[in-house]
């Protein structure tokens, strides 16, 4: 059975950086061919897909943010974690993990979420 | 980055309805399109990819179609349970990209 958690802050100031961990079990990230996703949805407003770890270490960015993101993985731990430096107002979102597998790259797994709110 | 551009935003339709909504991508994601359902507060179920399979659980009016730029997603007999916004998403490249989702809601 596959289950991911995200954990961290729930808020955070304009300027500094989100770290953001994804816990998961029932799968290894030593596994060839398996990947963790990042995706995020601001309140009301659609999914937006993030970053990307796959098992070689391969990493995978949205164009848009790569320069603010950092994406990581701890095999022996079974964790991923998301950093996001510079953070917005903007980026006020609920923060979703996800298992995934190539080729086809779905989605099949998601953990909850976590809601992140930047505010001073 | 590929667009994905769903139709319609929302829709209203009635118990046993046949529902229909569209996924437009701005370049060929081959097959590579899956489909998501998501309710008020909860994470995105998969359930359907590489654009006609159906995910296991998923309850067999879901069904999906298409290649390359232009995909559907049908509810053969639209169902209480099924009201919630549907996302398409490419995972033919990166970043894989989601269409901007589909309320469907119950008259």
Redesign the interface.
Known sequence: QITLQESGPTLVKPTQTLTLTCTFSGFSLSTSAVGVGWIRQPPGKALEWLALIYWDDDKRYSPSLESRLTVTKDTSKNQVVLTMTNMDPVDTATYFCAHTTIPSVLLGYWGQGILVTVSS | ?IQMTQSPSSLSASIGDRVTITCRASQSVRS?L?W?Q?KPG?????LI??ASRL?SGVPSRFSGSGSATDFTLTISSLQPEDSATY?C?Q?YT????????TKVEIK
């Open positions: 980055d590579f899956n998501y998501q909860k994470a995105p179920k998969l990819f590489t995910q996302y998403q995972s990166t970043p894989g990209t989601f269409g901007g989702g």
